[in-house]
């Protein structure tokens, strides 16, 4: 759902591996967690995206992720 968003090329695979809701000060949130694969199956990088929306008018929807290297570096960040 993501993959394009994020940058991840065609020939890379994005495994989602996890999920998880939450809901605090007026925001509900889902919050996901990616591996992005290469072509020979090893993971280079990995994603916590975060989206997230507004339960009172008006209800708006942010989508942010952080991006980590596999030792676990962030290495970016954003709005998609």
Not at 10 to 27: A, D
Request: charged fraction near 30%; aromatic fraction near 8%; glycine fraction near 8%.
């Amino acid at each position: 759902m993501y993959k394009e968003k994020l940058g991840v090329p065609n020939e890379h695979e994005l495994v989602r591996t996890s999920s998880k809701s939450e809901q605090r000060k007026g925001q509900d949130t889902d919050i996901y967690g990616y591996d992005e694969k290469n072509t020979d199956g090893e993971i280079i990088a990995k994603y916590i995206v975060r989206d997230s929306m507004s339960i009172y008018p008006p209800q708006s929807t942010t989508v942010s992720f952080v991006k980590y290297d596999p030792s676990g570096s962030e290495i970016g960040s954003g709005r998609i």
